[in-house]
């Protein structure tokens, strides 16, 4: 005799500003199974119509990870975030504590402390100066250790939701930044 199945537990997923939720998680959202009730959240900065939304900040974000949850009906949840998801992750956290039952984070854009500000100013607002031809390989590259190139783009159009990011790039590095 076996016993009712475990609830799945609730994970909302926040990607980095690039690649999309669905895409990002998809392999790990297969391994997981059933046991976790797995939410892809992607960053609301592309969560409209214009990129970025009209008013965005960090305050934006907040709100979008809260509305997931609530339409879920998930009060409290566990919360994973990549790079500029972990800093949603983090700010989110530290508005809602209640609602986070576990914080990970994989290598967040920041910890909002003064030297993560520093390099903002020193290595990724400068990038905004940039012709907008040149802003998201300079992005690319600034993340990679010296001396290391880029993989090559892949042959043939680029993904519809690529679109978007250099303005979404921008804008989320503008809000880090106040």
């Known amino acids: 005799m076996t016993g009712p199945s475990p609830t799945p537990l609730p994970v909302i997923f926040l990607p980095g500003i690039i690649a999309p939720a669905a895409l990002r998680f998809a392999r790990l959202f297969e391994a997981l199974g059933d046991d976790v009730d797995a939410v892809p959240k992607d960053l609301e900065v592309y969560g409209g119509p214009s990129v970025p939304p009209s008013g965005?900040?960090?305050?934006?974000?907040?709100?979008?990870?809260?509305?997931v949850a609530d339409e879920r009906g998930i009060g409290r949840f566990h919360l994973y975030g990549h790079s500029g998801g972990g800093a949603c992750a983090l700010a989110f956290t530290a508005v809602h504590p209640e609602r986070v039952l576990t914080l990970a984070l994989d290598e967040p854009a920041t910890d909002f402390s003064p030297q993560d500000m520093q390099e903002m100013h020193q290595v990724f607002l400068p990038m905004l100066q940039l012709p907008p031809d040149q802003q998201m390989p300079a992005f690319l590259r600034a993340q990679m250790r010296d001396g290391v190139e880029p993989p090559p783009m892949p042959e043939g159009p680029p993904p519809p939701w690529i679109v978007d990011r250099p303005a979404g790039v921008a804008a989320f590095v503008r809000t880090l930044r106040s």
Not at 56 to 67: K, V
């Open 56 to 67: 965005y900040s960090l305050d934006t974000e907040i709100a979008g990870i809260a509305r």
